[in-house]
């Protein structure tokens, strides 16, 4: 059969963001792969320039609906960078425990998408009823389902209260027997290893080279986690492990992603059982001049953001790098060789998530780019030279 | 008489019986998911949906068979409906060799879908043709060898009429060894003709969005979708009257046979709600491996007189 291309979006029901893979197959065999994003981009970046440094948590968690804690995270740790504090203990564990709460329900989103994406609805539809469980501790915690809006720079907004703790730990623990079920319906299941084994390997070599994150990585071999490598919030107060796995292949992905649920669990459970007594708030005024970083582990992988201050309340630049940015390249060597049907598991295989990774492509009404990403990159790193030109900074 | 048993039977009641079968899968297969379910009149109302909406017909398309395809698979379906009602109610309207034209009228839906996809020129439905090719290619060896089962234990006979009248006498074929495997090959394999998982690759919506019906809308989608229905009533049909002696209507055997269907559809829809979906070449190793083994052993049983 002659090459053809077969495209996967811009409206594609394998996942529900814009996105544009064309790959170009030869029979069923994929021979190559082009990946466009910037469907959907909405210049937060820019947007957090406008607002102050309080009002901007609220915009960066809405970077994505999934992730909507680990950007507020990396940035109100960026913030912290800049003023050079460290926020109250309990504020700490508060932190912690509203990200691991965030990993365990992206995990089951991202467990029951895997599941609908191989036609495999049962799992798609038992995962999501279990996701409710923890939507449900998420709200009596922050009181909202998703998007918690528990993060300010300098602590947290909204106190845990004392009598929540029973009734949290208590449905935390009960999701733990419908996920092992799940886990040995879902690593037992002779027909899902024909599915997910062996396919979509990403080597070790490979996850180095491409600067792999997350799950991506450890499922290839990589023990690379921030939360280990630079432990911030709690994570160096509780006893946890790090999932890492060999092969790289989908099913390790899968595998990592499920183990990685009973250690969120676990430091969810550890966390609010040692909750410290004290401050949750610093309750900061002033951001003076310079510039920070911070970073979190979201469920996808390190969120890195950077923020520089010129001393008045809001950010003079704010610079935010998601997870998938750095994990959609490697689908370019996991994706290539293998069949169309393999292909859209491997995809979704990296938990992609386009509306944290939106670049801009700047087109002319005709349809002809204008810039494409490495032009804006140079752009932006001469608009960073003038405002340092500006603030008198080296 | 025919016209009769075309429309009223082969149409109407098949027809009706699909959309309530495929209701009853629905409803199932929502409940398995702790979902609601649609009210039992959806199946239905998705067809007149569909009836009333525009028919796109592509630009690069070839016109002529992508109008005729559905009409063709939908027109075998009715033929071999009211070729199995007519064994079934009449044993001796039956003919000889009516067993071969049922299997070859049942591999036509298939062709009119491939058929369909290739005409309409778009890419996706180009694979999900050369997937749907394949995997007839892959099931119809199996499922014409578990049929040879039926056939050899009613003494060599290819009259529907015969089988069924055969089983009246001498109990179902399903009770003996190689009655059993050789209806486990064919509910493999109608599970494959059916298009459900774990063999829907041709129409992975995930993967190729429906394939061969990713350029279809309006009148084409809803003969596609009343002629899939209506397989999903007649293929177990065919298997009730191979291997359960067919349908009876007199009395409390009434009864019986709802039972032996819903037994049939309760099956396909457990397995299309436990499995993931299988790669093509999987699916293909799958049909000619195990499955013709088993259906193979399933003969070789049947000829030993087990």
Request: proline letters at 5%; a positive charge; hydrophobic letters at 45%.
């Amino acid at each position: 059969m002659a090459k053809s291309v077969i495209p996967i979006g811009p409206y594609h029901p394998l996942q529900e963001e814009p996105e544009f893979f064309t790959l170009t197959v030869d029979g069923e065999t994929v021979v190559d792969i082009d990946i466009q994003i910037g469907y959907n981009h909405r210049g937060i970046e820019k947007l957090s320039e406008r607002k102050t440094f309080d009002q901007s948590t609220f915009v960066i968690e809405r970077i994505c609906g999934i992730c909507s804690t680990n950007h507020p995270f990396a940035y109100t740790r960026a913030v912290e960078d800049i003023i050079q504090v460290e926020v109250p203990e309990r504020a700490k564990y508060i932190r912690t425990i509203i990200a691991e709460g965030e990993r365990i329900h992206s995990h089951l989103l991202w467990l029951g998408l895997a599941g609908h994406f191989l036609g495999y609805n049962t799992v798609y539809m038992w995962v999501w009823k279990l996701r409710e469980e923890i939507l449900d501790v998420m709200e009596i915690l922050s009181g909202n389902r998703n998007s918690y809006a528990m993060f300010k720079p300098g602590g947290v907004r909204r106190d845990i209260n004392a009598e929540d703790i029973p009734l949290v730990i208590k449905k935390i623990d009960s999701i733990i027997p419908t996920l092992t079920r799940l886990k040995k319906a879902i690593i037992d299941d002779p027909v899902l290893h024909a599915r997910l084994k062996g396919i979509g390997i990403l080597t070790k070599q490979e996850a180095i080279d491409y600067c792999a994150l997350g799950p991506t990585s450890r499922a290839s071999g990589v023990a690379r986690d921030v939360r280990k490598d630079a432990p911030y919030g709690a994570y160096d107060r509780v006893e946890w492990d790090m999932i890492v796995t060999e092969n790289g292949d989908v099913f390790d992905k899968v595998v990592v992603r499920i183990l990685e649920m009973y250690e969120s669990i676990k430091i969810v459970k550890t966390c609010l059982q040692n909750l410290p007594d004290g401050e949750i708030d610093l309750n900061i005024k002033d951001i003076p001049p310079g510039e920070g970083i911070g970073a979190a582990e979201a469920p996808r992988g390190e969120t890195f953001h950077y923020v520089r201050s010129d001393g008045t309340n809001r950010p003079a630049r704010h610079k935010v790098r998601a997870p998938t940015f750095m994990n959609l390249p490697t689908c370019k060597t996991t994706v290539i060789g293998e069949t169309v049907s393999d292909a859209t598991i491997i995809l979704a295989g990296v938990d992609p998530c386009y509306c944290c990774t939106e670049r801009m492509a700047v087109r002319s009404i005709k349809g002809k780019k204008l810039y494409n990403g490495q032009d804006l990159i140079r752009l932006s790193q001469e608009k960073t030279e003038t405002i340092k030109k500006k603030m008198g900074i080296k | 008489m025919t016209i009769v048993y075309l429309i009223i039977y082969g149409f109407l009641l098949t027809a009706v019986l699909g959309l309530i079968a495929a209701w009853i899968d629905r409803k199932i297969t929502a409940r398995i998911h702790y979902r609601v379910g649609p009210p039992f009149f959806q199946p239905l109302i998705d067809i007149i949906k569909l009836v009333g909406k525009e028919t796109l017909i592509p630009k690069g398309a070839s016109r002529a068979m992508f109008i005729s395809a559905p009409v063709i698979g939908f027109a075998s379906v009715v033929m071999v409906s009211a070729l199995l009602w007519g064994s079934n109610n009449n044993l001796f309207s039956s003919f000889l060799g009516d067993i071969i034209v049922v299997l070859y009228l049942l591999s036509i839906p298939s062709i009119s879908i491939m058929l369909g996809g290739f005409a309409s020129g778009n890419p996706l439905a180009r694979i999900g043709s050369s997937r749907e090719m394949k995997l007839l290619l892959g099931y119809e060896l199996p499922f014409v060898l578990a049929i040879l089962v039926p056939v050899i234990k009613s003494g060599f006979s290819l009259k529907l009429g015969e089988i069924i009248s055969f089983q009246a006498q001498n109990g179902a074929f399903a009770t003996y060894a190689s009655g059993i495997l050789a209806l486990i090959v064919c509910i493999l394999c109608i599970q494959a003709k059916l298009g459900l998982v774990p063999f829907d690759c041709p129409e992975a919506e995930t993967e190729i969005i429906s394939g061969p019906m990713v350029e279809y809308s309006g009148t084409g989608l809803a003969i596609f979708r009343l002629m899939k229905n209506m397989l999903l009533f007649t293929l177990p049909f065919f298997l009730i009257i191979l291997f359960l002696g067919g349908f009876k209507f007199s009395g409390i055997t009434i009864l019986y046979s709802v039972l032996k269907y819903i037994a049939f559809l309760l099956v396909i829809t457990v397995i299309r709600n436990t499995n993931p979906r299988l790669r093509i070449d999987q699916a293909m190793k799958f049909f000619w491996g195990p499955t013709t083994g088993i259906a193979v052993i399933a003969v070789v049983l049947a000829l030993l007189g087990k």
